[in-house]
């Protein structure tokens, strides 16, 4: 009986074509409009704006979950040695403190992940948005966008992993390179520099308040990258030291003529204002809104103790160690109790009765507006900014590279005291100094400067040298022992391991990175 019902339904479908003829094949061809793919969405202009936004909303993986009580900007602070953790409840958390970290911990592969999404989608703009008939300077602005935007994941990926597969084109299951291999490091900062270059001349603002990128974000990053290059490991030294401090005195040469526009905040409570955000010192955010996601950096409140409206909570997995508080001189601003970037009492519930924390905290990331101040409660809503580039790390590219290239200028010098005068030190005079002394003292204001923003860790390794807390000089990476752990440095931590699950998937990664299994 069913066979009867299936030859007859055959039969009917066979007469249906036969009597339809081309009329069928056009009705098969057709495609529904409401299917969206790569090759029916880019038509419009609006279709070109959609895409760069979500190239800009997968930089937020940085701030991502990463199991219980751990995020995964977490990666880049843990394995520093200048933080701690009051809860020890998430493995792969503690593995990176602790040095210990493999291919299978989960920081790691969320890491991989968010850098090659971000890329994925950026390439899908520069791949589709030149067809679309729309302005030109906005399309112009828009692919000078999404090539910074992809400049700026390749640098996270090759800096992480060293030689790293370098995708340029959006892929579908049929593409040639579907499982690519791992190109040289040298040919992937190529790719950054092309890109930053040509983001450069895509008629950016040099700021702009709305978050997206601006001409001034390109030309600190190209100056960062081009620092990097002249460090380890590829060791280009005096060419690209130059090309770092012609390029960071572009930024700060017109910060000079415009300080309303670029310039160092007069207070760190500035910082982390969420009033604030995309403007002045900082020159690019990862953004957030409580609508959307609310800011990701949470992990940094102490363990159970009553800093915000929540109450007694907080997770207290990233707090600072006694001994990298400690490192900073007497009198530093930085390390005022709720004035710099850290804080050892605040207010009950936000804004209760003040109490003391037992320790210091990590308060650059704190938002008193959401979380409440004295006499204040907090509205709640974190929508405080992920800081990446602050004009206080371009004035201190340019001292650094400008001193490497024979001996510190008075400009260099300048640059250098302008990070000192904000933090209310006595900076020795310029003539104290030579090439060596200067060099140091130029690294320990970017350790005391930028701590907690994921930068430290890509000095540590670009320079081989880590800062030492007690001695306050620098030991050589391989060998330095991280305080926070008593685990000591080693070849293979100057790059991470590839995740398993990827080479897993893609044979072709194949070698892993040394000392890795």
Known sequence: MKINIIKQICSITLLGLLLLGSGCKKFLEEQDPSNLTPDNFYTLPDHAEAGIAAVYAGTRFVGDGAGIFSSNWQLLEAVTGTSTTETAQNSDLNNLYGLIHDANTGHMINWWNGVYRVIAQANLVLDRVPAISMDEAQKKRILGEARFLRAWAYFYAVRLWGDVPLITKSQTLESEDFYPKRASSESVYALIVEDLIAAESSGLNW?????????????????????????????????HYKLAADKANEVITYAKANPASIDLFATYAEVHRETLKNEKEHLFMIQYNSVVAGNPMD???????????????????????????????????????????????????????????????????????????????????????????????????????????????????????????????????????????????????????????????????????????????????????????????????????????????????????????
């Open 207 to 239: 700021m702009n308040k709305n978050g997206r990128v601006s001409l001034a974000a390109v030309k600190s990053e190209l100056a960062l990258v081009y620092l990097t290059m002249a460090g380890f490991p590829m060791s280009k030294g005096a060419t």
């Open 299 to 517: 992990n940094m409140y102490p363990n159970f103790k009553p800093v915000t409206f929540n109450g007694a909570s907080g997770t207290g997995s990233t707090v600072p160690t006694r001994q990298f508080y400690n490192s900073y001189e007497a009198g530093d601003e930085r390390t005022k109790d709720r004035e710099g970037y850290f804080y050892t009492s605040y207010f009950t519930n936000g804004n209760g009765a003040l109490f003391q924390l037992g320790a210091p905290y990590i308060f650059k990331h704190f938002n008193t507006i959401a979380n409440g101040s004295s006499g204040v409660a907090g509205t709640r809503n974190n929508n405080l900014n992920v800081p990446i580039i602050r004009y206080a790390e371009v004035l201190l590219v340019y001292a650094e590279a400008q001193n490497e290239l024979g001996a510190p200028t008075l400009d260099a010098y300048n640059a250098f005291k302008r990070i000192r005068d904000r933090a209310k030190l006595v900076t020795p005079a310029f003539g104290t100094y030579n090439q060596t002394t200067f060099r140091e003292a130029v690294w320990r204001e970017r350790w005391h400067e930028l701590c907690y923003e994921q930068i430290t860790w890509f000095d540590m390794v670009r320079l081989r040298k880590v800062f030492n807390e007690t001695t306050k000089g620098f030991d050589n990476f391989v060998g330095h022992v991280n305080l926070s752990s008593n685990q000591t440095l080693q070849t293979k931590h100057l790059l991470f391991p590839l995740p398993r699950p990827e080479m897993q998937n893609n044979p072709n990664l194949t070698p892993q990175n040394p000392g890795y299994q």
